[in-house]
């Protein structure tokens, strides 16, 4: 699954990683900052609309913003 944040900094990334792991603690997760939709890649969880909404839901919990990039469907 594949989530474009808003993430500016390796603090940015940390409170996001600690708040999805706090929902979901065995998915493994990477944040590429290089990238500009800053991708939050999880492996380890379905994809799909519940989970999304859950992992976002985890992000803005955070303070940031994280929006579902379903695949084969372009972005939201």
Do not use: Y
Not at 66 to 74: M, S
């Amino acid at each position: 699954m594949d989530i474009k944040t808003n993430a500016k900094c390796q603090d940015c990334v940390a409170s996001i990683k600690q708040a999805v792991k706090r929902k979901f603690p065995d998915a493994d997760l990477k944040v590429e900052l290089e990238t500009t939709d800053k991708i939050l890649h999880i492996h380890g969880l379905p994809e799909d609309s519940i989970h999304a909404a859950q992992v976002e839901a985890a992000i803005k919990e955070a303070g940031f913003e994280g929006a579902w990039l379903e695949r084969g469907l372009g972005n939201k």
